[in-house]
């Protein structure tokens, strides 16, 4: 089984219409971040959560929100999704490292391709 | 702003060929620099990890090296395969504060063909 695990991994869906991805984790790590991937482009940050307490705006966080429900569970919603929020959307932990160090390493899900007509 | 920028954007190579995938970076304050692996369709894999005190880091046939001094980073691949055709990503964790760590900046990626 993965170690990050997103779903869905594929959604079509329409505009105004309110989403939720879904991301957990078996790594243990209390870092996790929601990053969105377009075309031709890198990935772009929208959130991220150091733990269960701490949730932080990342690049292009508006129109989405997100829910640290345990560490091990971390959600995007769209609230009411658009055209231009069509992507590839990844979920990724982070390293806690050594002696309480975080190395900053990430390990990524496999992605949810999200559609929005 | 900080950035990354990749070159060059795509790269179409012979089987058996040993090649350099460049990235270069805006701000030489980093706590790290990582290079990930995409096939189409797929998430990331992580290929190699670089933190801000080391020059180079090494895996089989990949060896990347970072020089914060001039903001690059390249990506060795020596003997290519058919098998290492994908997308490969530059990504830095740039210094903010302390709080930068896996708040990472993507550069657009090369696109990697290798043909038989």
């Known amino acids: 089984d993965a170690d990050v695990t997103q779903t869905p991994r594929n959604r079509i869906t329409k505009t105004g219409k309110r989403i939720m991805l879904e991301c957990s984790q078996t790594?243990?790590?209390?870092?996790m971040y929601w990053y969105r991937q377009d075309p031709g482009l890198g990935l772009q940050l929208i959130y991220y959560s150091f733990d269960v307490k701490d949730i932080n705006k990342g690049e292009i966080s508006d129109g989405y929100s997100v829910s640290r429900q345990a560490q091990a569970k971390f959600s995007l919603s769209l609230e009411s999704a658009i055209p231009n929020q069509t992507a590839l959307y990844f979920c990724?932990?982070?390293?806690?490292?050594?002696?309480?160090?975080?190395?900053?390493?990430?390990?990524f899900g496999e992605g949810s391709r999200l559609t929005v007509l | 702003k900080q950035e990354v920028t990749q070159i060059p954007a795509a790269l179409s190579v012979p089987e058996g060929e040993n090649l350099v995938l460049n990235c270069s970076f805006t701000d030489s304050a980093i706590y790290n620099l990582q290079w990930f692996r995409q096939d189409p369709g797929k998430g990331l894999t992580s290929l190699l990890l670089i933190q801000s005190s080391q020059r180079e880091q090494t895996s089989g046939r990949l060896n990347a090296s970072l020089d914060k001094s001039s903001g690059r980073s390249t990506l060795y691949i020596a003997a290519s395969q058919p098998g290492d055709s994908a997308t490969y990503l530059c990504?830095?964790?740039?210094?903010?504060?302390?709080?930068?760590?896996?708040?990472?900046?993507f550069g657009q990626g090369t696109i990697l063909t290798v043909h038989p």
């Open positions: 990724a932990t982070s390293d806690p490292g050594l002696a309480g160090g975080d190395t900053g390493e990430l390990f």
């Open positions: 990504a830095v964790s740039f210094n903010a504060g302390g709080t930068s760590y896996g708040k990472l900046t």
């Open positions: 790594k243990g790590h209390d870092r």
